[in-house]
């Protein structure tokens, strides 16, 4: 399984935000920890865990509210990375065999799986039906 890892991460960058919207975990944070973000961290430079940091800086004072959204931003992203896994583990030998010289990236690696479709296995097309459809 030394090739699923690789693939699990090309497949999370083959897909960006078309899985679980990213945009939709960061309003969920943004909403629900819009008072400490403004009282806390609006110095923060947004991105490499900066924000995450300043959070964990102040967990003592995070508020209810805030700390269920990170934690149902931190399920969400759970849940894609589940099934992330799950198409890399049926794909791999597809992705592989039909889609080794796609650059990843901008969901080229979806794309070649799915112009492949005639000659994809099964459960490659299961996983990918089940994920992205």
């Known amino acids: 399984m030394k090739v699923v890892t690789p693939f699990l991460v090309v497949l999370l960058l083959?897909?960006?935000?078309?899985?679980?919207?990213q945009e939709g975990i960061v309003d969920t944070i943004a909403e629900g920890c819009a008072a400490e973000i403004e009282n806390y961290c609006s110095q923060v430079s947004v991105g490499e865990g900066r924000m995450l940091a300043c959070f964990y800086a102040h967990e003592d004072k995070l508020s209810g509210q805030c700390q269920y959204a990170l934690y149902s931003a931190a399920t969400t992203l759970e849940q894609a990375v589940n099934a992330l896994k799950y198409v890399a583990t049926q794909c791999e030998s597809d992705i592989n065999k039909h889609c080794a010289q796609v650059q990843m990236g901008e969901g080229r690696i979806l794309e070649c799986?799915?112009?492949n479709a005639e000659s994809v296995s099964p459960a490659c097309t299961q996983?990918?039906?089940?994920?992205?459809e």
């Open 14 to 21: 083959a897909i960006g935000g078309n899985l679980y919207a």
């Open 113 to 115: 799986l799915r112009s």
């Open 127 to 132: 996983a990918v039906n089940d994920v992205f």
